[in-house]
């Protein structure tokens, strides 16, 4: 099931969406909203498993995903 939301967006990131619909690389301006909010939250679910991970006791491999993760997406505490 799909709700309808109204959003107000800038300009130029509208002219950003509209030239991806245009050139083909999207169907529409609601897919690439849509993409954009499923790729926001997959980074904000992985960069909160970092952080759990980073606070666990110290293993090897997982202090490397960490790492790994945090470096990806470091704006995130």
Known sequence: MSIQITVRLDEQLVAGVDALVKSGRAKSRAQVVESALERELRR????????????????????????WMV???????
């Not at 904000?44 to 995903?65: G, K, N």
């Not at 470096?71 to 505490?77: A, I, L, M, N, S």
Request: no cysteine; aromatic share 6%.
């Open 44 to 67: 904000s679910l992985y960069a909160e498993e970092a952080t759990v991970l980073r606070r666990s006791a110290s293993d090897a491999d997982l202090d490397a995903l960490a790492d």
């Open 71 to 77: 470096g990806k997406y470091p704006q995130v505490d």
